[in-house]
């Protein structure tokens, strides 16, 4: 004869059960197969985990991805699971695009490149100011020698790798050459990635001039599938589970700009003089390595100075 405690266990198994069977029968399920009049929201509540079906047409900058080709079509579905499963970093991705997009687009156009491009910056740091082990930093994930190489100023001091304007304007020179040598934007894209060297070694060993045709490193070779995916999925994040209002996205710091060509001796006390304090100063200003500035001859910095209501907390 079973204890009360036992009883009531199996009692309460048993009816979980029957629940289940329940629901199963009235929801129609057949295997892991789908039934008509259950919504996708139901569904997504019921299994939680799903696949996506890929457009007929996707294109990256203006140029077709050949989704007839299974390894591109599996490619790209590869990164749109992976990103869409990566929950709370891509919910993050989704929400600081929106305050970063406008920024960036105004540069991407004024350089005529295609606005796709702002979708690499998902790819690249997750649109956050990223340090990677080999010491790529910022938005774009520069090199020290790479950025001194373009003129960046990059030292304990100032680095401008960390601002997002300067940074964006770096890599648009890059595309810009890239584009000139390979004639289309997605090895110009690839290319960022894996470097031109590395990208003209593989044309030559393969002779091939194709992305899509080419077999590249592991990092390189999902680049461009990453870039499309995050593009997909940040410009409707319904469609793969992501419900997020538009109230929730970040918005734009509104600032002004202050011109400095003297040296600082505490950005505690220059902020307070515009009535912030040195944490919102370093936040608009992540470049600004030290608490303080050193003079530079004919060297002119634009501060940026947070606009009324987000300068202090009262």
């Known amino acids: 004869m079973l204890n009360p405690f ?18 199963s029968i009235g929801l129609g399920f057949k295997g892991f197969g789908t039934s008509p ?18 457009p007929e ?3 990256f900058a203006g140029e077709k991805m050949p ?20 929950h709370s970093s891509t919910i993050l991705i989704i929400k600081r695009a929106n305050r970063y997009f406008p920024v960036i687009e105004k540069i991407l156009k004024k350089n005529n490149i295609p606005d796709d491009f702002k979708y ?22 520069i090199m ?3 950025g001194k190489e373009e003129g960046m100023e990059i030292n304990t001091v100032v680095d401008e790798r960390y601002d997002v304007e300067k940074s964006t304007r770096f890599a648009c020179e890059y595309f810009l050459k890239s584009y000139e040598k390979y004639g289309n934007w997605t090895l110009s894209a690839a290319s960022y990635d894996g470097g031109r060297a590395g990208v003209d070694e593989q044309i030559e060993i393969q002779n091939q001039h194709n992305y899509y045709n080419l077999l590249l490193n592991e990092e390189t070779a999902r680049y461009i599938f990453r870039v499309v995916a995050y593009k997909m999925i940040i410009s409707n994040p319904l469609n793969y589970g992501f419900y997020i209002s538009k109230e929730e996205l970040y918005p734009e710091i509104k600032y002004f700009e202050v011109k400095v060509d003297t040296a600082v001796t505490s950005f505690a006390h220059f902020a ?43």
Request: net charge positive.
């Open 37 to 54: 009049g259950i919504s996708n929201h139901i569904l997504d509540t019921i299994y939680g985990i799903k696949s996506f079906k890929l």
């Open 67 to 86: 989704l007839d080709n299974f390894v591109t079509r599996e490619s790209l579905e590869r990164e749109i699971l992976i990103s869409a499963y990566r």
């Open 120 to 141: 690499m910056v998902a790819a690249e740091s997750e649109y956050s100011n990223m340090i990677s082990p080999a010491g790529a930093t910022g938005f774009w994930q």
């Open 6 to 23: 036992r009883k009531t266990i199996l009692t309460a198994f048993v009816l979980f059960s029957s629940i289940i069977i329940i629901l």
């Open 144 to 146: 020290p020698e790479t």
């Open 57 to 59: 047409s996707v294109t």
């Open 272 to 314: 307070e003089k515009f009535g912030t304090n040195y944490k919102m100063l370093k936040l608009l200003n992540p470049w600004l390595r030290k608490p303080y500035l050193t003079q530079k001859p004919n060297k002119e910095y634009l501060i940026k100075i947070p606009s009324e209501g987000t300068r202090n907390i009262e």
